[in-house]
């Protein structure tokens, strides 16, 4: 089903990807930024059924697609509440630091990402999904075989997510679990981080023993 979905900082590099994918896969999507020139410039460069809007525009769509930056996810997310009551919000937000050593998971208050956006929007339905997609692979020709962990608290809301993943092609939306796991999915990417530098691939998730999974089965 041709969908709306908005990308809440989709200028950035995942949402640039996500963006092109989703087009490709026959949705219409919305192109977010606080910055609407450079929103429109990201759209006109991905071609046909994408658009260039506010964050507040991307807000107007069956599905909300948050990835802006860590340092800027909470501001953003609580600038947008009005905007979100009563949608479907997917959280793609990895909090993540890094040094010497290489890439860290950082410890959040609420718990993960995904959880400080159900706090700030106690109107909207949030789920976590799109953690371990490479940014880099969405924007290539590359062929894409990966799954995408998703978690949340509403069925629906779940499946709604599951369902949207598979339309683009080579991706799988896996149930993950409560909404509560999402700090260990989220945290999960700076290990995938860690093998791509050491082993220079760009490696995602796919979970062993699903092979059969069908569209009816999640």
Do not use: K
């Not at 964050?55 to 948050?66: F, K, P, S, Y």
């Not at 075989?145 to 809301?157: I, Q």
């Not at 509560?180 to 989220?186: K, S």
């Amino acid at each position: 089903m041709r969908r709306v979905v908005g990308l809440v900082g989709g200028t950035g590099a995942l949402g640039r990807g996500l963006a092109r994918r989703l087009s490709l896969a026959g949705h219409r999507v919305l192109i977010g930024s606080r910055d609407l020139v450079r929103a429109e410039e990201s759209a006109e460069s991905l071609g046909d059924g994408v658009s260039g809007v506010t964050n507040q525009g991307a807000c107007d769509a069956d599905l909300v697609l948050v990835a802006v930056p860590w340092s800027g996810h909470d501001a953003t997310v609580s600038s947008l509440r009005g905007d979100l009551d009563g949608r479907i919000v997917v959280d793609c937000v990895n909090p993540l630091g890094f040094d010497e050593r290489g890439p860290f998971a950082l410890s959040v208050d609420a718990g993960s990402a995904t959880q400080s956006a159900q706090q700030l929007l106690p109107d909207s339905v949030v789920v976590g999904a799109f953690h371990h997609v490479s940014a880099e692979v969405l924007a290539s020709d590359d062929a894409l075989f990966s799954d995408v962990l998703v978690v949340g608290d509403d069925t629906d809301a779940v499946e709604s997510v599951i369902d949207l993943v598979g339309t683009i092609a080579g991706l799988r939306g896996v149930y993950a679990g409560r909404l509560r796991n999402a700090g260990q999915v989220e945290a999960l990417t700076a290990n995938l981080i860690a093998i791509n530098r050491r082993y220079r691939v760009r490696s995602g998730v796919r979970i062993a023993g699903l092979e059969s999974l069908s569209d009816t089965d999640h």
